[in-house]
């Protein structure tokens, strides 16, 4: 049984900082690519981060951001804990949506930049929301 639970998310200040946290469960977490979906209020969901292991890409591992992201975002995994974690630095009233954790499970194969899309993923968790104002 696959579950994602997200948490971290709050009601900040511009230019303040987030660390969220996916904790994972049901699955090798290893084995599949692992994605943050943000979706901000009356718009379409967008990927913001992904991350898989060198068990999926035989080589060190892989990660992608959007590109207008990058210089404020970090994704990383922690095997032990089986969570996967998003760093945002200096927040912005544009970054304020609710916040997915997904999973590829229970197959993988997406490539490259797509592997930022939504549609790659299938099993969710609930969302964390962040607001920004």
């Known amino acids: 049984h696959v579950q994602l639970v997200e948490s971290g998310g709050g009601r900040v200040r511009p230019g303040e900082s987030l660390r969220l946290s996916c904790q994972t469960s049901g699955f090798v977490l290893k084995e599949y690519w692992m994605s943050w979906v943000r979706q901000p209020p009356g718009k379409e969901r967008e990927g913001v981060a992904a991350i898989a292991d060198r068990a999926i890409v035989n080589r060190p591992g892989k990660k992608y951001y959007a590109d207008s992201l990058e210089a404020r975002f970090n994704i990383s995994q922690d095997y032990d804990r089986n969570t996967v974690s998003l760093q945002i630095n200096n927040l912005q009233p544009d970054d304020t949506a609710m916040y997915y954790c997904?999973?590829?499970?229970?197959?993988?194969?997406?490539?490259?930049?797509?592997?930022?899309?939504?549609?790659?993923?299938?099993?969710w968790g609930q969302g964390t929301q962040v607001t920004v104002s």
């Open positions: 997904a999973t590829d499970y229970p197959y993988t194969s997406c490539n490259g930049q797509y592997c930022l899309h939504p549609d790659q993923y299938r099993r």
